[in-house]
């Protein structure tokens, strides 16, 4: 199928959009540019924080496509296309049986800020990573937002340390995803980037024939899923590369950069 017909272009960040040291490209405004003159939308399609990448985009961020938070928040132009959320009472279970896990960091994904309740440094300098608006409580349990999600650290390894007990409780009624290689993602049953996209198809009026998206991990699944043009990273985990129709060079080479100049061309 011809590239040509692209109409909408999801990208994830870490591992594929962003350079091995988790930096976007400057050039990437120049490439925005071009791809706005062929009303070509583009998305950050990200497990990162909204406030985070209206910051890494900040020169674009009126006019560019947000999908924050694995899936569960869209965000254009400032106004929210999409959400999906956890009732409370789900939150705080989660909670409580993340706490239990030894060398486990949270934190609490709200519409309005992350929240923690760790002071740990190691910790605290990873999400500053991803959450640029985020706030020290004294009791994740007592938070009044709306949530969309509860992200999971573990330094020794989420696949290993957290999933195993978070899936065999929660999987079989919310969406659990080894997002990295030390986080972990629990959000809605029906949330994912994929989810997300599919709803922008049908009411954005983009076909399925006329997406493209790029993933490395495994929270980019369904995205690619829900894409005709999908690309897994070379750099990507071998699950993803498994389901995508095409592969793109890796991040360290700016893969994304590569394959999207060659559409433009």
């Not at 296309?81 to 609490?108: F, M, N, P, W």
């Not at 994904?109 to 309740?117: D, V």
């Not at 990273?233 to 389901?243: C, G, R, S, T, W």
Request: negative net charge; aromatic residues 10%.
């Amino acid at each position: 199928m011809p590239h040509h017909n692209i109409k909408f272009i999801a990208a994830d960040m870490d591992g594929t959009l962003l350079n091995e040291h988790g930096k976007l490209d400057p050039a990437f405004f120049d490439l925005y540019e071009k791809l706005e003159a062929q009303d070509i939308m583009f998305a950050a399609a990200s497990g990162r924080q909204y406030y985070s990448l209206m910051e890494t985009f900040a020169p674009i961020k009126d006019r560019m496509m947000f999908v924050a938070e694995n899936g569960t928040l869209v965000m254009h132009k400032g106004e929210e296309l999409y959400s999906c959320t956890i009732d409370k009472a789900s939150i705080q279970a989660i909670i409580k049986e993340a706490r239990k896990i030894d060398g486990a960091h949270l934190v609490l994904c709200g519409k309005k800020s992350a929240y923690i309740e760790t002071q740990d440094e190691q910790a605290t300098t990873e999400f500053a990573k991803y959450y640029h608006r985020c706030e020290l409580v004294d009791d994740l349990l007592a938070v009044d937002d709306e949530f969309i999600k509860v992200a999971i650290c573990h330094f020794g390894g989420s696949q290993e340390f957290v999933n195993p007990s978070i899936n065999e409780k929660f999987g079989e009624d919310f969406q659990v995803v080894v997002s990295a290689k030390i986080w972990l993602d629990v959000m809605n049953a029906e949330a994912s980037k994929g989810a997300a996209i599919k709803h922008l198809q049908n009411t954005l009026g983009f076909t399925y024939e006329q997406t493209m998206s790029f993933g490395d991990y495994l929270n980019d699944y369904e995205m690619l899923k829900e894409s005709y043009h999908s690309y897994a990273m070379d750099n990507a985990h071998p699950q993803l590369k498994e389901i995508a129709r095409f592969s793109a060079p890796s991040n360290k080479e700016a893969g994304v950069f590569q394959v999207i100049e060659k559409l433009l061309s």
